[in-house]
């Protein structure tokens, strides 16, 4: 039995109805069918069942544009007091990374986020969040600057805990034809050794071009090594030393010696702390930029 109830940002519910579910199979929930929230709803949603599950998230803006992007649902077990994002955005290269904040817990919570970019910090802070309630929070809130090379990460805290989700997207287009999404990070979820299973450059007629965020998790600045192994061989390792809460971009544009037109894994090595890291995966087909994002898998086995 699977339930669904949505939440506005003052914590008001609205029950998206009750599913009975083999095992194995699924149920989708429609937020413009499913669930009786106004037009132009912004809220947050928990999911519960008798029974173990997993969910995805699908945001789009089918019917208007060609935009769409999806992440991984949070685990009950997998929330925590800090959560983290290796990649913020402030309209850099004509993109923006705005971010999701779940209240996980039954009590009021007092939120603080920390953005850094270009090594500055900027504060962003929000008390009062309403059980299971969320607030958006956007670099610009915090006062980070905007444009080229305006790159980060961000460390959310809560006084209950957190889950989390963030989306970049064009900063400025009417219509959005394009959207990348992920979940957020918790300290358990790093490791020591991260693997990326696609990573390329220029790859294709479409350009295809990947550049990887590796965020430290850890509490003291981690030595970091990324390699790249692929059908045109090894190239690194590449270095880079990441204070705790920053992140680093490997982009294989950027980093020298990588050959055109190759594919193939990257392979992320940290001494002195834990790290987590998401791929961005760029190319142009008839005319559209399309870009996706996946989360990188920890030595642990588990995706990220």
Do not use: W
């Amino acid at each position: 039995q699977i339930v669904l109830t949505a939440y506005d940002q003052t914590g008001a519910s609205f029950d998206c109805g009750t599913e009975s579910v083999a095992p194995g199979a699924s149920v989708t929930y429609l937020t413009d069918s499913d669930c009786p929230v106004p037009a132009g709803f912004l809220g947050s949603a928990v999911v519960s069942a008798d029974q173990p599950i997993a969910a995805i998230v699908n945001v789009n803006n089918k019917g208007t544009g060609l935009a769409a992007g999806q992440y991984q649902g949070t685990d009950g077990a997998d929330v925590a007091n800090e959560i983290n994002f290796p990649l913020v955005k402030n309209d850099h290269n004509g993109r923006t990374t705005t971010f999701y904040i779940q209240n996980a817990s039954q009590s009021a919570n007092d939120i603080a986020a920390v953005f850094t970019v270009n090594g500055m910090s900027y504060n962003y802070n929000k008390a009062g969040v309403a059980a299971n309630a969320m607030v958006v929070i956007a670099p610009s809130d915090a006062g980070v600057p905007s444009g080229p090379n305006n790159v980060g990460s961000l460390v959310v805290t809560g006084t209950q805990p957190l889950a989390g989700s963030s989306l970049e997207h064009e900063t400025s287009a009417a219509v959005g034809e394009n959207l990348q999404a992920s979940k957020a990070f918790t300290a358990a979820d790093g490791a020591t050794e991260v693997f990326c299973p696609l990573y390329r450059k220029t790859h294709t007629a479409k350009g295809q071009t990947t550049g990887a965020q590796v965020q430290n998790v850890g509490t003291s600045a981690a030595d970091v090594t990324f390699t790249f192994n692929s059908d045109k061989g090894s190239f690194g390792p590449y270095n880079a030393n990441i204070a705790p809460g920053a992140s680093h971009t490997f982009y294989a544009g950027s980093l020298a010696g990588i050959a055109d037109n190759s594919v193939g894994s990257a392979k992320i090595v940290s001494t002195g702390g834990p790290v987590v890291a998401v791929v961005n995966d760029t190319g142009v087909q008839g005319g559209y930029t399309r870009v996706t994002t996946y989360a990188c898998f920890g030595s642990g086995g588990s995706p990220i």
